[in-house]
Structures are given as structure tokens and as C-alpha cells.
């Protein structure tokens, strides 16, 4: 099966982007689309440990979280990604 590119535009901090162009051109990566490529899939196999392990801890304590624990959590972890 091909593989299909699909186009994104992001907007990025400008001291990001710099830092980024920055590594490209030392040859730290092949293009600003492999790097951001590479740091999505990253991203998305720490999400899907991140889901597994939230999975077995709940099995382990008593089962999904309830409404206001999930808002709890969605507080902390908006307050993590803004750090």
C-alpha cells in the first residue's frame, strides 16, 4: 500500500522555528516535514503508552474515572502543556 502525504499548515513559536531551520541546516534532520513528522510519531507512541498505562492503573483501582476526575485531570494537564 502507497503511502499519501497529507499538507498541514501549524503556526510554531518563532524562537521554535528558528531553532528548528537552525538543526536543519547542521543536518540534524532532512527537512522541517521529516522533523515535525518524526515529532508527531513520537508524540503519538507516547499518547498510546500513556492511554495503555492509564488503562491498566484504572483496571487496577476501581475502573474509569468519573466526571469530576476527568475534569480534574483535564485541569492539570492543560496546566502541564502550557508549562
Known sequence: MAVTNSRM?????????????????QGGASSVSAYVEHALRCQLARD???DELLATMLDETGGPLTPDERAAARRVLSDDAAA
Open 48 to 50: 498510546a503508552e500513556f
Open 9 to 25: 499548515t501549524v503556526t510554531v513559536d518563532s524562537n521554535i522555528a528558528d531553532r528548528v531551520k537552525a538543526l536543519i541546516a
